[in-house]
């Protein structure tokens, strides 16, 4: 069964600029795993600065701004989905990133371990409701979860989540995480 | 007590009591940042009369890192002497965004964004 949380926008692969990076599992050890997700985010923030040239002061501010941006949320996704994927599934991780003209959207899609899922909603439906500024500094200072707030709070970022069975594996849990920043 | 990676390094300087942190922190969770947090408060330890984290050239910080400085910032609030002098760099862009936030943890905390 589906299930959707926040505003959570379906794309068309075939529409607008796009880039899209895949990790099929392997049995490559995480820690040398691990340090491809800050290549992969480094790598989307580089691709996306090419269209925001950083010309003269402010521009370069503002591309410098989003690269960091870009760079910490796509980290961070690849990050979660690394360390919550259902191990027994064959399900790939995938990263995609969208460029509009008022926003860069992204959409990370891993398995959920099905013992999982709803503890992590029960999370979502708390980032989705409760005052951001207060769950934070609630957070920050049992130092602990501060991944998905961040985004929230320090990027303005809006969230969505979409829960779905896998197409090559009915009987796995996919979530597709969405992360829109506007620009 | 320097921490030397290819990636990141930690250095303390107990004549300044400075600790300087450099790089990009992108570790796994708790485990992988334990040896960071101890440099951290093992510097707290020594109740210096003030405290200075330089983080100007750390240009990248997970979510766990952010928890690890909050845990150093939770631990040395426990010592009202010391003066914590946190300090960042308009260049680095994470850092005027989420360094302001260790601040409304330790109120007493100094931010010196340069």
Sequence with gaps: ?183 | MDIIHEDYQVRYDAATATVICQGSFRLRGTEEYAPILQVLTAAADAKPATLTLDLRTLQFLNSSGINTLAKFVLHVRQYNATQVVMKGSHRVPWQEKSLKNFQRLLPGLRLEIE
């Design chain 1, 1 to 183: 069964m589906t299930r959707i949380f926040g505003d959570f926008i379906e794309r068309k692969d075939d529409h607008g600029e796009c880039l899209q990076i895949g990790f099929s599992p392997t049995s490559i050890p995480i820690q040398q795993r691990w340090r491809n997700n800050g290549l992969s985010a480094d790598f989307l923030a580089d691709y996306l600065s090419t269209f925001f040239p950083g010309d003269d002061r402010a521009a370069a501010e503002r591309q410098a701004d989003l690269k960091s941006a870009v760079s910490y949320v796509a980290n961070e996704l690849l990050e979660n989905a690394m360390k919550f994927s259902y191990a027994p599934s064959q399900h790939p991780i995938s990263i995609a990133m969208y460029l509009e003209s008022d926003a860069v959207s992204f959409y990370v899609t891993n398995s959920v371990d099905p013992h999982a899922v709803a503890v992590f909603q029960q999370t979502i439906e708390r980032l989705l409701t409760e005052d951001i500024d207060a769950r934070y500094m609630a957070q920050l200072a049992q130092a602990d979860g501060m991944g998905y707030l961040t985004m929230l709070h320090d990027y303005g970022a809006a969230l969505a989540w979409k829960f779905a069975p896998s197409l090559q594996e009915p009987d796995v849990v996919t979530v597709t995480t969405m992360v829109r920043l506007s620009i």
